[in-house]
Every structure is written in C-alpha cells, then in structure tokens.
C-alpha cells in the first residue's frame, strides 16, 4: 500500500487522471496538443476540452499530495488582505488571498507551482506564502465578490471599493500611506463628479491632499448615494476615525480609518463646500453639488468639534430622484380624497408637519405637481431648492446674504404669482407674511415643526397669529412620520407582544415582522412609508379656533369629525403587513 502511494505521488497529472479512467489516451494527446499550440497548463487544456472538470483535477491533485486543495468559497476570503493585493495582481495570476496565519498568508491559486507569482505575493503581503489549488471558476467567483463595484439588481451597490481605499490609508506606524491596489473605475456616466467651489485663489485653500482621501471621500458619496442614504456621519473616536451612513432612518457603521486621516478627510469635505480648512475650533455650514448619472444631487455639509477631534454630518439632497404623485404618497383612498379638496382651494394656508426627516417636502411637491398647470404661476422658496420642477420658478433662499424665508415672501408677492411654497415658517414675520399672502388671494403651502395636526394651530398663535385669521385662511393641515416597511423577501407572520398591545390599546390581530436577510442586511426592514393625520378646518372647527379653545378640546372636536390621527393609520398598516408595531408604537408616543 505505501508503494501504491509513493506511486501515486510521483505520477504526473494527466497519468493520474489517466489511471483514474477519467481521461482517454486520445483525450490527453488532444490536450496536450492544445496545450503546446495554445499555452497554459495541461489542466486547463483538458478542461477547455470539456474532456475532464474541475473536480477531476482536484481528485488527482489530492491524490498526487504535491498540493493543498480547497473548496474556495466566497466567506472564506478575507476581504482586507484580498483588497491589500489588489484586484490587477489577483487577476493576472488567478489567485486570490484566503486568510493569514501564524505568519502565513495561504492564496487560492489556480496553478500553485508558479513560483513567480508566489514570489511577488510575498513581497507586497509581507509574509510568507502557503498556495493551495482551487477551482478557476470558484476563484474567479471570489475576485468578482471582493472587487466588483457595479450595482447589485435587489441588493444595492457592493461595499467594497470604500474598503479599497480604507486598506490604503492603513499605514505601518510611520504615517505613510500604502500604495492603491486599484483606482475607482472610471466609467463614463456613472462616476460621481464634485464641483468644488471657486475662490480667488485656489491654491491657497487646496490643501496638500493624498490621492487616497480624494478617491474616499468620492466613494463614500458614491455608495452612500446608490444606498439612498439620507447623511453621512463622520465621526472622530479615541483611536479611529468612522464613517456611518443613514439609510431608511437608521444609522450602521460603514467603514473605519486611521484618526491621523481625519483632518485630511475633514480638509478634502471643506474645501468641496467652500468652508474654512484652517478653522477647526468653531462650527461650520456650507453646500456644494455632485452629479451622478447626470442627476444633481444637493450636498449640505455641517462641521463641529469634538472630545477627540473635528467631525462632520453630510445631507444628501437627491435632486434627481423621481417626484412622487399624491396617488404614489401610501394614502388611503379617503385621505386622498381629504387632501386633494383642500388644495384645490383658490386661496389660503396650508402645511406640511412633522419632525426633520419625515417626508413634509415631498408631500408639499406632490401637492405642487397636482397644481400645476399652464394657467398658473407657481413659485416657491426654499433652503435649498431640493427638485426641479417644470415650469415652476424656484428660488434658493440665502440668509448670509439677507434673503431670508420673510424677506424672500414679500418679493414673491410682486411676481403675481397663483400659488407659493415657503419652504419653513420659522419665526413670526413669516407666519405673518404668509396668512396674509392668502388673505390676498395666494394659496400658500409650507412645512412647520410640530407633533401633530392640531398643535400646529396652537403653535401659530405662540408665533402671535391672531386666531380669527388663522380661522379664516388655514385650510388643512397634514402631520406625517416615515416608518420603516418590513422587507418582503423576510416577512412572516408573528404573534403580537402583550405589552406592546397593551400600549397601543389592542386586544389581539395578526401582525407581521422580518425575521433579516441579504437583501435587507438582517434587519427585517427595508424602505420606509408614511402615516399621515390630515386635519380638514370645517366650518365647526374654525369656529373653535376663532375662540381660541383649547388643544385637547379641539383634538377631541377633530376626531369627532372624522380625523384618522396619525396612530390609526400606523395600525392601519401594520395590520396590512407593512410595517411592524414597534415601528408605530415608536413614531407615535409622545412624552
């Protein structure tokens, strides 16, 4: 038996796969043939052939015991070291690094005798190389896995050119930077493009920045935008420096670099938004643009100090996504109903509620594009103009120049215009302006801080609204918060809490969780819809607020007449398996 073995191990490949009856005489003449005519190795050739597979050679390998065979799969790779030998290497050599330990790295090779490649990998890893066979296909796999940076169909962008990058800011301690394993792609018409603001001198503000940082920060934006995040946290710590991403209202940790990048990183974000990089003791606020696929997208940018150093928030502002309709808002066919009879009206006031974040401007839009017609003027103010709408002048307002939301409001009055969209009243001279305005025969629309529906009312008379005004100009009013849907690849039914029933003031019903998958990261939910409480002022209600009477009166009067609050459109659809109790229980407990 150990002759056998011994045997065994010296034969050559295709005697090997010969004996083992895999292969014919004929068959390996052919290939060898191939081989000389075509170059490679004999086992590619017999597997282009189609006369042996992969497996076969994986058998007679194992059986020659010359090489270590694995059965490569894509969790099996560790992506930092993979990204570390870089995507060029790794191809040219069909390989890619699995793991390291105990000082040595092992790399999935397709040929594990080539000793010049062997010999390059130690020199760019830094240790020692253990090669082992896997099959091409399976390596090919995992290449694509850890380098690809094109758009996954249902799970969003691969995560792994801001890794890239992140690999090339580790240094060895002395402050200097690894080489890039492999630039961003340049791919025409899909590659973020940043307009950095012009100063007098350039020069002076660019700071002396690594390649590295310029191509983070670039993809961060980047799949920070293909996620549809909403912000972009970078934050200092004790001993790094981490970048987060919003996305459906819910912040994870994205990646993490040296805290020594931080002020470059902060220096490269500044400079894009026109701030000051040498002032890092004070709060900043600037704005700047990127387009993507020929789309605008807004960027507002807020700095602040720290315990361990300065830090930044990102909103991104997706100019260019698609405007949604009233129809497309996850109204109900009689909220539906209920809003679109109180914009129709000629005149008055009208706004959007809720906290930051809730979806009050894409309301407002909707409402804009069901208006919008030839025979009407429209024009809006906002900070920032977030969509471009056809036919509509939109103005940006600019407080450090003097045009605030007031200011703004009274030189919009002498445009003529039908219809008018403030984009907040935040202080007295707005409020006042505004009801006056649809007084004078404007419908105007606006968005306000508030909890809800009728609190709004109450919060325009601390603001020193007159309430026989308000009773004559306000027509609706819509409070709303964003929920997150539950991901429909995961969904199933699930017996309800008794606490939570208890606080929502249920006795029973079938409800819906996700129990966490790939396509929405393990968390059960993925995207978001509205709950909306939209308060009509019939003639009773205006009566009520002419009299100033109190909220809790008022809120009752309300629900008489029919007001869905914004918990009852919660349950509404969390019963329908959209979203999940603890989602509404959330969004609407107050105190």
Not at 449 to 478: K, N
Request: with cysteine.
């Amino acid at each position: 038996m150990k002759n056998a073995a011994v045997s065994q191990k010296n034969m050559l490949l295709g005697e090997s796969l010969l004996e083992a009856g895999k292969v014919t005489q004929e068959q390996l003449n052919e290939a060898l043939q191939y081989k000389q005519r075509f170059g490679g190795k004999l086992g590619q050739a017999l597997v282009a052939l189609e006369f042996a597979t992969e497996e076969d050679l994986i058998d007679a390998l194992r059986k020659q015991g010359k090489v270590q065979c694995i059965n490569l799969s894509n969790s099996m790779v560790n992506t930092a070291l993979a990204l570390e030998f870089g995507e060029k290497r790794s191809r040219q050599f069909r390989s890619v690094v699995v793991n390291r330990i105990a000082g040595y790295t092992t790399v999935a090779m397709e040929d594990p005798s080539d000793v010049y490649a062997i010999d390059e990998m130690s020199m760019v890893l830094g240790s020692r190389i253990l090669p082992v066979y896997a099959e091409p296909s399976k390596i090919d796999a995992a290449i694509d896995y850890v380098f690809s940076n094109e758009m996954a169909a249902s799970h969003g962008p691969r995560r792994h050119s801001i890794d890239r990058f992140a690999v090339a800011m580790r240094d060895d301690g002395d402050g200097t930077p690894r080489s890039i394993p492999m630039p961003i792609r340049e791919d025409s018409g899909s590659q973020i493009k940043l307009d950095t603001p012009q100063g007098p001198d350039p020069q002076e503000r660019e700071p002396d920045l690594d390649q590295p940082v310029i191509n983070l920060v670039r993809s961060v934006l980047q799949e920070a935008f293909l996620q549809g995040a909403s912000d972009i946290h970078l934050e200092p710590r004790a001993n790094d420096f981490l970048v987060r991403f919003r996305v459906d209202g819910g912040l994870y940790d994205r990646v993490t670099v040296p805290r020594e990048w931080s002020r470059q990183i902060l220096a490269r974000i500044k400079v894009l938004a026109g701030l000051d990089i040498a002032q890092r003791r004070l709060p900043q606020d600037g704005r700047t643009q990127f387009s993507y696929n020929g789309k605008r997208i807004d960027l507002r940018i807020a700095t602040t100090p720290s315990l361990h150093g300065e830090g930044a928030v990102l909103r991104i502002l997706d100019g260019g996504r698609e405007l949604q309709s009233l129809a497309g808002l996850d109204l109900s066919p009689d909220q539906l109903k209920t809003l679109q009879r109180i914009t129709s009206c000629r005149d008055g006031f009208f706004l959007a509620t809720g906290p930051t974040g809730s979806g009050k401007t894409t309301t407002l839009y909707a409402i804009l594009q069901e208006l919008n017609s030839r025979d009407k003027k429209i024009i809006t103010l906002e900070d920032p103009v977030e969509n471009e709408l056809d036919d509509v002048t939109q103005i940006n307002a600019n407080p450090k120049i003097g045009l605030t939301f007031a200011k703004g409001l009274r030189s919009i009055l002498r445009q003529d215009p039908d219809i008018v969209l403030v984009g907040e009243v935040r202080d007295q001279e707005t409020a006042e302006i505004a009801v006056q305005a649809s007084l004078t025969g404007h419908m105007v629309l606006s968005t306000l801080h508030t909890v809800g529906a009728i609190e709004s009312i109450t919060r325009l008379q601390d603001m020193g609204i007159e309430p026989f005004l308000l009773a004559d100009t306000l027509r609706g009013i819509v409070a709303q918060r964003l929920l997150r849907r539950i991901c429909n690849d995961c969904k199933r039914e699930k017996p309800a809490d008794p606490e939570t029933l208890k606080r929502l003031g249920l006795e029973g019903g079938t409800f819906y969780e996700g129990v966490g998958c790939e396509s929405c990261h393990e968390t059960g939910l993925k995207g978001r819809i509205g709950i909306y409480e939209i308060l009509q002022l019939t003639p009773e209600l205006c009566s009520m607020v002419q009299r100033n009477v109190p909220t809790d009166e008022l809120h009752r009067a309300a629900i008489a007449a029919g007001l869905v609050t914004l918990r009852e459109d919660g349950l509404r659809k969390a019963k329908a398996g959209l979203t999940t109790l603890n989602e509404v229980l959330s969004a609407t407990t107050r105190g």
